[in-house]
């Protein structure tokens, strides 16, 4: 009796299996590539076909929005909730069925993946240009700091005071807008002259390419540097300025969009690098408590640091000669960068890479390094 039991319930269990395979909704292909919209994001041919997994599952974070898969003959959408784990059927070629799940999964967090960028190659000496500033000495950096009295901004006190000082004079002049065009003269006068006349803002770039000119014409060795996530086609990125204080011998955070600089325990300022490692290994940072965006929202450690900035400090890149009008395009221009990966970045080759813009004539040179004490040299010219 007991048996039968069991034969009987093993029946059911397999009809009611064929049953539910029999409603699942198909779609057709010829193509074993398909295209996934996956919210707002389009990842064309990023599908293969695989009616050897069962289910083959696609994970996703998109909570609340609209998961599509597009083959050459048909499509298929759901909306994403917490539960979600919507199968279904795609039938390749009229006769072969690759069934197939789309499957909510919580997204890590970006200081998790951050974390796990934490190694580098101290060992790595692949060729990359010595970083130069120009000197304070230049015509167009002293028309800079005369004609903006940047003298009279950054005070007679200690040189961390002048460079705080500049800091917050740019943020409060320059109103953030990141959708914002680049215009065409990308230097400290002209662009604050364009923000004026157009009654316009300026993104982080442009921002941290102001006051880049300003901590130079003032004598104050300054870089820009490009903050970026794991991803490499990615549509938001973050510009800050590394600032060499002479005071501390080291260099440091500083932020005109947020008006922003970070301190340890002590109080004691940080730089990108410092910043980047506390992240990872979960040491004290306090944000500085005026940072905000555009005089209207106020930054949080947790937010600005742990979230925002996690997200944009996987890599790093900066212009190799930090100098006036860096990025204003001109006839046979050579700009050159580096940057900065962790040894699980995404493209780590090749080292070198050149093009040449047929329509500006303006050649751009990229390097590549591993070794944060390269990319962090302090200057000597």
């Known amino acids: 009796m007991k048996s039968k039991i069991t034969l009987l319930l093993f029946f059911i269990f397999f009809a009611q299996l064929a049953t539910s395979q029999q409603n699942i909704p198909t779609i057709k292909a010829i193509s074993k590539k398909l295209d996934i919209r996956d919210g707002k994001t389009y990842k064309k041919q990023s599908w293969n076909i695989s009616p050897q997994l069962n289910p083959d599952v696609y994970e996703t974070s998109s909570l609340g929005k609209k998961v599509t898969f597009i083959t050459d003959k048909d499509s298929i959408s759901v909306k994403i909730k917490k539960n979600t784990q919507f199968d279904f059927v795609i039938l390749l070629n009229d006769s072969v069925k690759a069934y197939t799940q789309i499957k909510y999964k919580a997204a890590t967090s970006r200081l998790e993946i951050l974390k796990k960028a934490a190694k580098y190659n101290y060992s790595d000496n692949r060729f990359i240009p010595e970083f130069t500033y120009q000197s304070m000495e230049n015509p167009n950096l002293m028309k800079i700091r005369k ?137 004290t940072l306090i944000l500085n408590p005026e940072a905000n965006w555009n005089n209207k929202a106020t930054q949080t450690k947790e937010y600005y640091l742990e979230t925002y900035m996690a997200k944009n400090l996987y890599r790093l890149k900066t212009p190799v000669y930090s100098e006036y009008d860096t990025e204003t395009v001109k006839d046979g221009k050579e700009i050159a960068y580096v940057e900065l990966l962790p040894l699980d970045g995404i493209e780590q080759t090749p080292q070198k890479t050149e093009s040449t813009n047929t329509k500006t004539n303006v050649k751009t040179i990229s390097y590549k390094t591993n070794n944060p004490n390269l990319f962090w040299a302090k200057p000597t010219k």
């Open 147 to 283: 004609d903006l009295k940047l003298d009279s901004i950054a005070g007679t006190g200690s040189e961390t005071s002048q460079i705080l000082n500049l800091l917050h004079w740019v943020h409060r002049i320059i109103r953030h807008d990141g959708s914002s065009y680049n215009p065409a003269l990308k230097n400290a006068i002209d662009l604050i002259k364009i923000c004026k006349t157009e009654n316009r803002g300026l993104n982080c770039r442009m921002m941290a390419t102001i006051l880049n000119e300003c901590y130079l014409a003032m004598g104050i060795k300054s870089r820009y540097i490009t903050c970026m996530p794991k991803e490499t086609d990615f549509d938001d990125c973050h510009v800050i300025n590394m600032v060499y204080s002479n005071e501390f011998k080291k260099w440091i955070w500083i932020d005109p969009t947020f008006d922003a600089y970070v301190m340890n325990e002590k109080g004691e300022l940080l730089g990108i690098q410092e910043v980047r490692e506390r992240l990872i290994n979960g040491k």
